[in-house]
């Protein structure tokens, strides 16, 4: 919980859904907030301008706070917050209206000419290996299927939490050849695969990729194997707190993720560790693909400097720095 007014019950409802991940994925947790933002503009009854941009501070950091190793979440709010301007409360509406309408229609681009990139590298014939759950990675094969080519793909089932099932479900609606592995089947079926295409929670300035726990593995025996590891990330994954020497921080979820308790109780007394995600040196991806062209990992960091320059702001913080409760306001 945050402190701050009242909230919209579509942004405590957005809020509890990525938490829990009824909505999850980089790119759809980016849209659910902004639409978030939208309601709590639309709803929010503040009577002066203050209260107004009080209200959606605190919206933004009930969002922010929900998952942190998707960069997408704070640029969504970077982007729609970072809008909000006018000096009564119906200017400050409008303007951030107009932001989340502009902001959810780049996303839809984006994504559109991040898959006809990405389609490029894919030829006929091709089999692509996926791990967890990535509409950007799809895009770019729903593009090479529109173009008229036969794309296979091997989908690693991705535990603990198998989005690789979603995957598979996509892949079948395009007209995809599918093969379900479980995810030490990988580098047995490596040599079946012409790209090994994934999504990214986040790309820092170094060119390392954040992604589903394995994707490192993934990519490490994917090169010892030959195979090209491609990565479909759309700038908004790209985390400007990186260009400052941050690191990512990865999400530990719960352990019953992992094993269910009765199962875990018949074990005895184990620790068990529950990391969603990992880091993929930047010397194992061969091309990140984005909206804006194909880039080798070391060089993403100028497009990164391009659209956030040295450093990146927290419009959802109070100015005074503090935590927005009534008593500070
Ligand atoms: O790691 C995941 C999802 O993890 P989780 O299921 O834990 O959210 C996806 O590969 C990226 O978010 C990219 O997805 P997209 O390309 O759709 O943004």
Redesign the pocket.
Known sequence: MTDGPPLAEAVEATADDIAT?EI??????ARAAAEAVAEQAAETDADTPAAFERTMRHAGRRLYGTRPT?V?LPNALRYTLGRMAGDDVETLRSSLLAATTAFTDRLDRAQRDLGRVGANRIRDGDTVMTH??????LACVEAAVGQGKEVSAIVKETRP?N?GHITATELREMGVDVTLVVDSAARRYLDDADHVL????SIAADGGVV??IGTSGLAVNARERGVPIMV??QTI?LHPDTLTGHTVEIEMRDESEVIADDARADIGDIAVENP??DVTPPRYVDAIVTESGQFPPESIVTLMRELFGESADRPWEEPDGTTGSASSA
């Open positions: 991940m999850r994925g980089a790119a759809t947790i998707a997408s967890c759950h990535s509409t950007d990675a939490r989005q994934v999504g990214a929670d992604n589903k479909a990330a994954k969603a995600f």
